[in-house]
C-alpha cells in the first residue's frame, strides 16, 4: 500500500493506493491522547472506518467495512520498524507502510 497521511490541528487526511484501488482518508486525532480515528473512503466504491492508538511513531487498531468485515492493522513510516515517540502536530505528509497481513476478528 501506498499512503501518505498529513496531520494538522487535529485533523488528519490523506490518500493512497493499494490493490483495491486509489482512496483518500478523512478523520481525526487526539496528539495529547494518541487517539485517532477516520475513514478510508475508494474512488467509487465503499468506505472503510479505522480506530487507532498512536504507539511510537505507529499507528495501530481495528478496520470495519459497515460491520460485515473488520480485522486489526498496524501502519508505520516507510523504512522505520520499531521507532520512536512520533509526533502529531506535523504538518509534513509522512509516507506510510501497511502490513499486507489483515488479522481478522470473528
Known amino acids: 500500500m501506498d499512503l501518505t497521511l498529513t496531520f494538522s490541528n487535529g485533523r488528519m487526511t490523506g490518500k493512497g493506493a ?7 482518508i478523512d478523520g481525526r486525532y487526539d496528539a495529547a491522547g494518541g487517539e ?6 475508494y474512488r467509487g466504491a465503499h468506505d ?12 495501530w487498531g481495528t478496520w470495519d467495512i459497515r460491520g460485515h468485515c473488520r480485522g ?8 522505520e520498524g520499531e521507532a520512536e515517540e512520533m509526533e502529531l502536530e506535523e504538518e509534513e505528509p509522512a509516507p506510510i507502510a501497511v502490513p ?4 481478522a476478528f470473528q
Open 48 to 59: 472503510v472506518a479505522y480506530a487507532g492508538f498512536r504507539e511510537g511513531k505507529g499507528i
Open 18 to 24: 493499494d490493490a483495491v484501488g486509489s482512496f483518500v
Open 72 to 79: 486489526g492493522f498496524q501502519i508505520w513510516p516507510l523504512g
Open 100 to 103: 499486507a497481513m489483515p488479522v
Open 36 to 41: 485517532c480515528d477516520w475513514t478510508k473512503s
